[in-house]
């Protein structure tokens, strides 16, 4: 498992892949919105925000709560683990879910601090949400009301109480993924259809500015899934877009870091 050291060496964020001259991308703890087509490879930038949140928290002997949503019930099938608190998969679970950290959040605003001091006890929390386009077509009016109005309070107010969303989603239109997206502070676009799609994720401007996301191939079983996992975002450091790809993180990655193991 070479990417150990890649992670433990760097404190300054995040690292969720290398860039084509082989620098390590680094990005910041803050809510991740990670759009790509079917295929393109949102389940390894995932995997490595998480696992890199987790090394660069461990770093400050920090903790991290992972909570997750998966309607697919693929990403998050198998996490069940020391890793997790816990995953849902129904919408009527995913609204109890958002809700309870809604009332975390609360509770941790009352504390009347400017920002979140993470103990031991009550650490940064992060909420996982696969096929978050979902928010917008599951359950009924009622449930899409409801989830709406926590997620935004989530988005907007989460940060300074500690609580962050990292959400995978393959369509980034308004439609899909509602007002949502202007409240995510690191934005990845991963494959997408057209330019249209990539001036939405990663703000106007940015096809112009290099981001061709749209122009990557697909990936395949028979191109060896060459271009999974590779992308473009902004950082901190570099206004300009930044093309990287994530590694590979398999199914056996995923159950031992679940489980309690290092990657
Ligand atoms: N960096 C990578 N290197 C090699 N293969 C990869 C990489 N990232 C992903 N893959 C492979 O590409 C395939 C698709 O990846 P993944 O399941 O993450 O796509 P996705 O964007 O989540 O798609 P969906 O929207 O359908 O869930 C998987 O078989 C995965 O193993
Ligand atoms: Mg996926």
Redesign the pocket.
Known sequence: MKRTNTHRISPLGIII?KTDTGERLQISLGHTLIV???????????WSYLIGAQHYLDMQQQGLFLLGYDP?R??LAQVQGNRFFRVVFETDDALELIRTLVHKMRQRQQAGTRTFKPTAQDPFTLLVI??FNSLTTAGDNAWRKEIKANMMALLSQGRSAGIYIVA?A?QPQKEAIGDYRQHFMNRIC?RVENAMEVDMVLGAGAVEQGAEAHLISP?T?SN???T???GYTRTDSEPRPVRF??????DGDIALWCSGGEL
Do not use: F, H, M, N
Request: charged share 25%; glycine share 20%; hydrophobic share 30%.
């Open positions: 892949g790509g087509a079917t295929g393109s490879g949102k389940g390894s930038v995932l697919k693929s990403e696969d096929e995978a393959q991963l990936a079983e060896g899934y060459l999974a996992g590779i790809r994530a590694p590979r993180i398999t």
